[in-house]
Structure formats: structure tokens, C-alpha cells
């Protein structure tokens, strides 16, 4: 997607150990016009993919899996990094993840009032790196009993080889923009 690339290049920042910073048009301010582009692109990258829902984490996967959901008339869910209080009454499939960017372990829930057995979905998230939120959301489908039909990044970090391990796994990826490298605070897109 060539306006990402162009936005990635031009605003966004590689600081040191691998962390590419694109919080002034993705994950602190948002740009919405692209935001909406982002969602037009997941779209038609997997058009023909039967999905009923649309599953994201918080909080930076929450407006661009918002957008394609508008665009497919679908509802989006989004996986909590804290069991929220209000959760309670409801069975919740959680997991651990461990943050690539924030060095902590996190436990991630959603309640199974939004997730039923055999729901058919679409997983979008901001970034793929080592691919462990992406490993978290395939634990729990498996606890859930859905059938993820794709998964959707706005940016993959290849070098870091979580998108490979998904395809070698079978499923459905599409990144919008591959970063191959990040070395000397510098970005070299694929």
C-alpha cells in the first residue's frame, strides 16, 4: 500500500533495538483518512474470506479494525489487556503475550459472550513483530472454537519473522507495509 509506505517513510521514526515509532498518524494520533484507507486495503486483501466477526487488542489495533468493520458491516471485538470488572458473569478465554515494544508479559481476555463456537473471523492489528499477540489471539480461537479466516497487520516487521511463522502455520496473512529492516535508526521497506 503505497500511501503507508509513503507516510511510514516520511513521519515515521526507527529508534534503537528494532522499535519503528509511527505514533503520529497510527497508534497515539490517527490519521482517519488513512485509517480508512488502511480498512479499504484489508478489504479487498481478503475479499472472498466468509467472516462474521472482526477481532483486534487493545488499543492500537482498535481504529483500523473499526474502519474495516464499518466498511463490512461487521462487529469488531476487541481482546482486553485487563479483565475489566464488568466482565464477571461471563466465561473469558485468556492467555498470556509478552510485548515486544513495552518488555512485559500482559494477560489478555475476552469474554465469551462476544465469541461463540464456530464464529468465522477476521484478526486485525496494528503491527507483527515476533508475532506474540498474534500467537495470543491463536490461543485463544482455540479456546473460543473459532476459525480465523485471516490476519490482518498494518505493518510487519519481517525481520522479526512473526508473519513467516503464521504463513508456515497455513493462515491467512496480509501486512499493508513490510519493514525489512530498522538497523542505524534507519527504515528499508520491502
Do not use: W
Not at 480465523?148 to 508473519?163: A, D, L, R, T, Y
Request: aromatic share 8%; proline share 2%.
Amino acid at each position: 500500500m503505497e500511501l503507508l509506505k509513503q507516510r511510514i517513510l516520511e513521519d515515521g521514526k526507527s529508534l534503537p533495538g528494532g522499535i519503528l515509532k509511527v505514533d503520529s498518524f497510527i497508534n497515539h494520533q490517527m490519521d482517519s483518512k488513512l485509517m480508512y484507507k488502511i480498512a479499504e486495503e484489508f478489504v479487498k486483501r481478503f475479499k472472498g474470506c466468509k467472516v462474521d466477526k472482526i477481532v483486534t487488542i487493545e488499543s492500537s489495533g482498535i481504529a483500523p479494525a473499526i474502519m474495516t468493520g464499518l466498511i463490512l458491516d461487521l462487529p469488531v471485538i476487541f481482546i482486553k489487556k485487563k479483565r475489566p470488572s464488568t466482565m464477571s458473569k461471563f466465561k473469558m478465554f485468556t492467555t498470556v503475550v509478552h510485548s515486544f515494544t513495552k518488555n512485559i508479559d500482559c494477560d489478555i481476555c475476552i469474554s465469551s459472550e462476544f465469541l461463540k463456537k464456530g464464529d468465522r473471523v477476521l484478526f486485525i492489528d496494528d503491527f507483527i513483530a515476533n508475532g506474540n499477540t498474534a500467537f495470543g489471539m491463536l490461543e485463544i480461537a482455540k479456546q473460543a472454537s473459532i476459525d480465523i479466516k485471516g490476519m490482518g497487520f498494518v505493518i510487519e516487521k519481517s525481520f522479526q519473522n512473526g508473519g513467516n511463522k503464521l504463513r508456515e502455520l497455513g493462515y491467512n496473512v496480509e501486512s499493508l507495509a513490510i519493514v525489512d529492516d530498522l538497523s542505524d535508526c534507519k527504515i528499508v521497506l520491502h
